[in-house]
Nanobody
Framework: QAQLVESGGGWVQPGASLRLSCAAS????????WGWFRQAPGKEREFVAS????????EYTESVKGRFTISRNNANNTAFLQMDTLKPEDTAVYYC???????????????WGQGTQVTVSS
């Protein structure tokens, strides 16, 4: 059973950057696909980005393309979400997730972290 723990959230002004991390323990996480999701107040959780187990394939929701970058470090069992040019509409609780099946797209997320708050406001 893998456990995921996010970190790196906080409050920033519009235009600033944040880097979220998701550390995994337990399970063969280097073979997992990783994803980031977010949930704003009063809204449903939405997909933000995903990365394949090899790191060769990434996907992003349209609203973050060109601003966010997902990456992974298999040696350290960690995934990252670099968020640049943040906007107030990026404010949400950000969750990392893992797909342990190793079957590629479409992913099925069977492990979730507890979430980290990101607030973008002036």
């Amino acid at each position: 059973q893998a456990q995921l723990v996010e970190s790196g959230g906080g409050w920033v002004q519009p235009g600033a950057s944040l880097r979220l991390s998701c550390a995994a323990s337990g399970g063969t996480v280097s073979a997992y696909a990783w994803g980031w999701f977010r949930q704003a107040p009063g809204k449903e959780r939405e997909f933000v980005a995903s990365i394949s187990w090899s790191g060769a394939s990434t996907e992003y929701t349209e609203s973050v393309k060109g601003r966010f970058t997902i990456s992974r470090n298999n040696a350290n069992n960690t995934a990252f979400l670099q968020m640049d040019t943040l906007k107030p509409e990026d404010t949400a609780v950000y969750y990392c997730a893992a797909d342990s099946r190793g079957l590629g797209l479409p992913y099925e997320w069977d492990y979730w972290g507890q979430g980290t708050q990101v607030t973008v406001s002036s």
